[in-house]
């Protein structure tokens, strides 16, 4: 085991994500058996006692990859020296909402840690926000830490990508494993645009071996759009245990490289790429390796996917319009 801990910040860390998701970092699930990790834990005063309560499960867990624990309110000294950043604390939205519904209650959070990760965070940090609205925080995240490249800042669409693998699974009849390329376009929202005309099922186009577009625009693209919606009016709570496992693969996949022949989905900063206006955090196909990202370039986009991609960075670029006269962004 190498000696040094990765530094690995979850703020939010005594809600329902936190709940699962630390135990699967300090299991080895994020980094690996070889590598310690130290978590480094962000929570709201009121918070803290049941995250001491957290943090007494952690200790008798006897994780042999947990080097350490820090736990505080003070995102400047929560930061200090981080490697990774995992911005889960924020509202949930509750039945009936919409996911920008949060964005006044939610995005001031983001300014907050987005300085103070500019300011004590290590130099070769990345950031994932699982937190929603999780693209547009990104975006106030990102442009509260001039001083942090942009390409360190992402928002989890893996929920939604692993969501519609699990869908085009069961039409195809197959198990996920046979699946690649899945792309999400956009935003987390229910304007998010998952992508099958490039996915493959056992090698083929996954569209031509699905043969369906009534299935697709009827049951595919709904479903996965509103699962969040459908798991907050069954379950009472919005989806935990499924978004710690995908904030996981996220940023695993960013740290450790994508599979050769197959790329993952990530909201990430836009260079213009197929047209998705500059600067703001929309989801691609991306590849990874040794934790810089790529958009997989040169994809036809058919005039179906077009309108999709279009309505889902509208959205965003109204989010961040309205973020912008929140004062939240320059
Ligand atoms: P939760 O209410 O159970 O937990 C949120 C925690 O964040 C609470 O413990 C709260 O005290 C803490 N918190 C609030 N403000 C904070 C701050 N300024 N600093 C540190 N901690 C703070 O909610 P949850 O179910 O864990 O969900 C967390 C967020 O993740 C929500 O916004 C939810 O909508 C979002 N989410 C996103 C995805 C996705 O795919 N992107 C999936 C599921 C949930
Ligand atoms: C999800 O997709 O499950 C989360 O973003 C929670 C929500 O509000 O839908």
């Known amino acids: 085991m190498s ?21 699967r970092i300090a299991s080895g699930a994020l980094l690996g058996p070889d590598t310690p990790v130290e978590l ?51 509202r949930p ?20 840690q987005g300085k103070a990760l500019n300011d004590h965070a290590a130099d070769d940090v990345r950031i994932t926000v699982t937190g929603n609205p999780a693209n547009t925080n990104a975006l106030i995240a990102k442009s509260n830490a001039p001083d942090i490249p942009a390409e360190r800042f992402s928002a989890l669409t893996r929920l ?3 969501r519609a693998l699990a869908q085009l699974a069961k039409k195809a009849g197959v198990h996920v494993t046979d699946l690649k390329k899945m792309t999400i376009w956009g935003n987390h929202s ?19 071996v699905v043969n369906d577009q009534a299935w697709l625009e009827s049951d595919f693209l709904p479903t996965v759009q509103k699962r969040g919606a459908a798991i907050i009016e069954a379950r009472g709570a919005s ?3 499924s978004a710690a496992a995908a904030t996981i693969d996220h940023t695993r996949d960013w740290l450790k490289g994508t599979a050769e022949g ?53 959205e965003l670029g109204e989010e961040r ?5 929140l004062g939240l962004i320059g």
């Open 3 to 23: 000696t040094t801990p990765v530094k690995v910040a979850v703020t939010g860390a005594a809600g329902n994500i936190g709940y699962s998701l630390l135990f």
């Open 190 to 208: 229910a304007t998010q645009y998952p992508d099958i005309f490039h996915a493959e099922v056992a090698g083929k186009n996954a569209a031509e």
């Open 262 to 314: 197959d790329w993952t989905s990530m909201a990430v900063v836009s260079d213009g790429s197929y047209d998705v206006p500059e600067g703001l955090i929309s989801s691609f196909p991306v590849t990874t390796k040794d934790g810089n990202w790529e958009i997989v370039q040169g994809l036809d986009i058919n005039e179906f996917s077009r309108a999709k991609i279009d309505a889902s960075t509208a």
């Open 239 to 241: 989806s935990a245990a």
């Open 160 to 162: 939604d990508h692993n």
């Open 40 to 90: 480094r834990l962000l929570e709201i005063t009121p918070a803290l006692k049941a995250l001491e309560g957290v943090v007494m499960e952690l200790d008798d867990s006897a994780f042999p990859t947990l080097a350490g624990i820090e736990i505080g309110d003070d995102p400047n000294k929560v930061f200090d020296g981080v490697n990774v950043a995992l911005l889960v604390g924020a």
């Open 321 to 325: 319009d309205a973020v912008k006269d």
């Open 93 to 112: 939205r509750t039945k009936g909402m919409e996911r920008g519904d949060l964005l006044e209650a939610n995005g001031a959070i983001f300014t907050v």
